[in-house]
């Protein structure tokens, strides 16, 4: 994807990404981190938000190196993909954490 000439021409005009401070569940050599994706697009003189969306990183540890095993982006949007997934990681997570 980052090779791509959609991408290459996104990045030429303007295009800006963040990532929100991730919540990161550790468990050995498995990790589980949800975070929040923005990305900024250029029009002329200003910019605007163009993408909000949810983020699930599923990440291994082999020999002492963290490797990205799976990643999951869900639009925060009216389809409610991205509350779901981000409501189905926390409570993968943290079910019974409260007893």
């Known amino acids: ?3 791509g000439d959609q991408h290459r021409d996104l990045v030429a005009n ?3 990404h963040f990532a929100g401070p991730p919540l990161i569940e550790l468990d050995g050599d498995r990790a589980t981190a949800i ?3 923005l990305i900024m697009r250029r029009e ?3 910019f605007y938000l163009w993408r909000v ?3 699930r990183w599923d990440l291994e540890r082999e020999a002492g190196r963290w ?3 799976c ?3 869900r639009l925060l949007d009216a389809s409610g993909a991205g509350s779901e997934m ?3 990681t926390l409570a993968e997570l943290f079910e019974g954490a409260r007893s």
Do not use: E, H, K, P
């Open 1 to 3: 994807m980052l090779q």
């Open 14 to 16: 303007g295009v800006a």
């Open 35 to 37: 975070n929040y994706s």
């Open 44 to 46: 002329g003189d200003r």
């Open 53 to 55: 969306s949810a983020v």
């Open 67 to 69: 490797r990205v095993a």
């Open 71 to 73: 990643r999951t982006n």
């Open 86 to 88: 981000f409501g189905a």
